[in-house]
């Protein structure tokens, strides 16, 4: 079975500052790895996606992510964060062949102004 | 088509009713999936539909919970004699099968509360 840890459950940043939002997953099969961000009473929009090969993935609005296998993360980060990024964000994984999606618990982002 | 559509947004029901969530997935994806979100937590999976075959359902899904799929298009989900600890968000999402995993599109859910 397939599960997901997103360790921290609320971040503070200072506006411009860089952030990393960390996920560690389990698994016994290759993987898939997503992150979601979800804004107030809204569904979930991709930010980006792991299937194969770089390591390092970019996304949109700025957020990249970096897969390491040995350590089984996919921590998201972004230099310089804005007002805007002010969300929950959710790491989420499937393994081949298996579109279902386990998420994490999520991270709240807050930026400080 | 502007993406995942849900209706309605906002149910309140009273404990006891039965309720019917719709949703139109993006017209070329095959395969449609709904979620339960609730308060502080992830997303969890409950249900997948390939073209109009249910292929997969979680353990989530009591027997008061159905979907369907008629015609391989729009779904419903209808939850029988609500209970509160139904009251969450309802997700659905869609995506196209393909040989490579590809992005499933979320629609902005259906807030249920029961009273």
């Known amino acids: 079975a397939q599960s997901v840890t997103q360790l921290d459950s609320q971040v503070p940043v200072f506006e411009e500052a860089p952030v990393e939002l960390r996920c560690n997953y389990s698994?016994?099969?290759?993987?898939?790895l997503f992150w979601y961000v979800q804004y107030p009473n809204q569904g979930l929009q991709l930010l980006l996606k792991y299937l194969s090969g770089s390591t390092l993935v970019k996304g949109i609005n700025g957020f990249e992510a970096e897969f390491n296998k040995s350590q089984t993360s996919f921590h998201l980060r972004k230099p310089s964060v804005h007002i805007s990024d002010t969300a929950e964000y959710f790491c989420?994984?499937?393994?081949?062949?298996?579109?279902?999606?386990?998420f994490g618990t999520g991270t709240r982002l807050t930026i400080i102004p | 088509d502007t993406g995942v559509s849900q209706n309605p947004r906002h149910k309140i029901t009273k404990r006891g009713q039965n309720v019917t969530f719709r949703c139109d997935p993006i017209s070329e994806h095959n395969r449609l999936y709904w979620y339960r979100q609730t308060l502080g937590q992830g997303p969890e999976f409950l249900t997948y539909f390939q073209n109009e075959a249910q292929l997969e359902k979680s353990r989530l899904l009591s027997d008061r919970f159905s979907a369907e799929r008629p015609k391989g298009s729009f779904s419903t989900l209808e939850i029988q004699r609500t209970e509160q600890g139904d009251s969450a968000m309802y997700l659905c999402?869609?995506?196209?099968?393909?040989?490579?995993?590809?992005?499933?599109?979320f629609g902005q859910g259906t807030r249920l509360t029961v009273v």
């Open positions: 989420a994984v499937t393994d081949f062949g298996n579109e279902k999606l386990t």
């Open positions: 999402a869609s995506s196209l099968e393909s040989a490579l995993n590809t992005e499933a599109f």
């Open positions: 698994s016994s099969v290759s993987v898939y």
